[in-house]
């Protein structure tokens, strides 16, 4: 909870939109072309997952050029399986309306996150504008390399990255999201010549200029974002779009440095290689920026920026946080709800339209006095078809008729569950990908199946198994590094054997007088002490650290140098409360920590 008070009372969830198997418990947000959804799926056993469905509104389907691009993406986006980019699990079309359902990432993008920092006045600590860099570079380093399994180069471009499309978990942790406008070889280009895809104000010149990219040109986007972490301001927004065109493609910018003297040197070069206006000025490739933003993130180590970084978003989104869980429990509820009322649904592959399994049976007319129930049961029966996206058939002049919809009999499931160790992987049944992750659970047809698990860096395991109807089969798949192949060692050779020489005879030497004694110079003085170094950290949130009244960095403070001494380690955060002096001993070559709790 903020120091301002307690959370508003979360608005209820709306009700639960039944969209083939999903059901859309939560939208997130809406635009001119798309809606996003929070929504679960249900399966056998208790079985429930949360995902996110983005959805073209019904009235851009007949767009074709929007329709491509939203292809693409799926068609892209599917091949990427990283810790550091939205992973698309499953695309389709219900209707008249194509869907992506993807990653649910429970938290915020760098945007908002930027936003709630203005409102409070506050700036995003150093390190962790330098870790969300670090982690998209990542990312984008792993889609830019990205091959076929043929082994033919993808040539992905992002052609997006901005703030709204990096996300940080409230775990910490990174994620590049959106590939809407991807360049890629396998994308159809529908752009016309001398139309401009993406944001303006992030683009690299040659982009808005309208030239061929490469991946450097996505290291230029990720250098505005990390320059407006670090600076608090925009880089190249103005009132008008051509003026911010026009500074873009002069990469008119000053140094993060000269805008927020506290960024340091090294730090400003960085950024400024990364917005260089030649692409063969900047860096590279992203992994390369990525190293570079670890070695100055060091002695800090990723995992402990990231707790940090857990706590601090946390602590910043309180109270969405509170709101977002409730509606995302209540609206669970009621989708589980609205699901265990169904009647058994057959899907269709080919097109995901839904039937209702054709054993129906008309039943006596009922006498005049007992209509009211009739209707009502007739009413309720439109409005599960309707729910489940079923067509209603009226006949004209007739009286109702009350229907009764069987279920079929149930057919015990017939399934298999993979645990895979020690790292996820991917799943394959009969050669056709099934899912990721450390437990895995497939739905199979009775007969002979192969199972398979995949994974970079690992052997692949796998196993033929033969099911039965019911059979619930429980495999545990163990893999195994593969071995690096060791380049076989010349054999030694044996030094040449050379003749023993003769040693010259030595003339006898003459006895020479020692030196007069030369006054000896005095000892150095004895060297400084080596400095020692003071560790800060704050459990449960973050604070600035002050020593002997001076500013000196925000927790994680690692390995801040001071000479041997006592000195008096002030913790300050005044949106929580925070206010705490300790006094700590620095040691000549040790490191003194100081603890504090924000509790």
Not at 225 to 247: C, I, P, Q, S, Y
Request: net charge negative; with cysteine; proline share 9%.
């Amino acid at each position: 909870m903020s120091a301002t008070g307690s959370a508003p009372e979360a608005a209820p969830p709306p009700a639960p939109e039944a969209y083939g198997k999903y059901y859309l418990i939560d939208k997130i947000a809406v635009g001119g072309m798309a809606e996003i959804f929070r929504a679960k799926t249900f399966s056998h056993g208790g079985f429930e997952n949360l995902l996110v469905v983005k959805r073209i509104l019904a009235h851009m389907s007949d767009n074709e050029a929007f329709v491509q691009m939203f292809l693409d993406e799926a068609r892209v986006t599917a091949l990427l399986q990283h810790a550091n980019v939205v992973r698309v699990w499953d695309f389709g079309k219900i209707a008249n309306n194509y869907f992506l359902a993807m990653d649910c990432v429970e938290g915020k993008d760098s945007k908002l996150i930027l936003r709630k920092l203005f409102e409070r006045r506050k700036m995003l600590p150093r390190e962790f504008a330098v870790y969300i860099a670090a982690e998209a570079a990542k990312g984008l380093d792993y889609a830019h390399r990205k091959s076929t399994n043929a082994g033919q180069m993808l040539n992905i471009v992002h052609r997006d990255v901005s703030p709204s499309n990096l996300l940080v978990s409230y775990a910490g942790e990174v994620k590049v999201a959106d590939f809407g406008i991807v360049q890629a070889s396998t994308v159809v280009e529908t752009t016309a010549k001398g139309t401009l895809k993406g944001k303006i104000e992030y683009m690299s010149p040659e982009q808005a200029m309208g030239e061929p990219l490469d991946r450097r040109s996505d290291i230029f986007s990720l250098g505005i974002v990390l320059w407006e972490m670090l600076t608090g301001r925009r880089a190249f927004k103005t009132d008008n779009e051509v003026k911010t065109l026009d500074k873009v493609r002069n990469v008119e910018i000053e140094r993060a440095s000269v805008v927020n003297p506290t960024v340091p040197a090294r730090l400003s070069d960085i950024v400024g290689r990364c917005l260089e206006k030649d692409p063969d000025d900047r860096y590279q490739d992203a992994r390369e920026l990525h190293s570079d933003l670890l070695n100055f993130l060091y002695p800090a180590t990723p995992d402990v920026v990231q707790q940090s970084l857990a706590h601090f978003m946390q602590e910043l989104f309180a109270e969405e946080i509170a709101a977002e869980r409730h509606r995302l429990e209540e609206g669970t509820r009621l989708a589980r709800v609205v699901h265990d009322a169904e009647p058994s649904l057959v899907l269709d592959d080919e097109d995901d339209e839904v039937s209702v399994p054709p054993v129906v049976t008309p039943a006596p007319p009922p006498p005049p006095a007992s209509k009211v129930p009739l209707v009502l049961g007739a009413l309720v029966g439109l409005l599960g078809l309707v729910a489940v996206g079923g067509a209603a058939w009226f006949v004209l002049g007739r009286e109702p008729e009350t229907i009764v919809v069987e279920k079929a009999a149930p057919v015990p499931a017939t399934s298999v569950s993979v645990k895979v160790a020690p790292v996820a992987g991917n799943l394959f049944v009969d050669g056709v990908e099934a899912g990721f992750g450390t437990t895995l659970l497939k739905e199979l047809t009775p007969g002979t199946h192969t199972i398979e698990v995949r994974a970079e860096g690992y052997e692949a395991w796998s196993d033929t198994v033969q099911v039965d109807a019911g059979d619930k089969l429980r495999l545990s798949a163990q893999l195994v590094k593969v071995k690096a192949v060791e380049t076989p060692r010349p054999p030694p050779t044996t030094p040449p054997v050379t003749p023993p020489v003769t040693p010259p005879v030595t003339p006898p030497t003459t006895v020479v007088a020692p030196p007069p004694p030369v006054d000896v110079p005095p000892p150095p003085p004895p060297a400084e002490k080596p400095k020692g170094k003071l560790s800060a950290n704050v459990s449960g949130g973050w604070a600035d650290i002050y020593v002997d009244g001076k500013k000196v960095g925000t927790t994680p403070l690692i390995g801040y140098q001071l000479p041997p001494g006592t000195y008096q380690v002030r913790a300050k955060n005044d949106a929580s409360g925070l206010d705490v002096t300790q006094t700590v001993k620095v040691e000549s070559g040790e490191t003194a920590k100081a603890s504090f709790s924000a509790q």
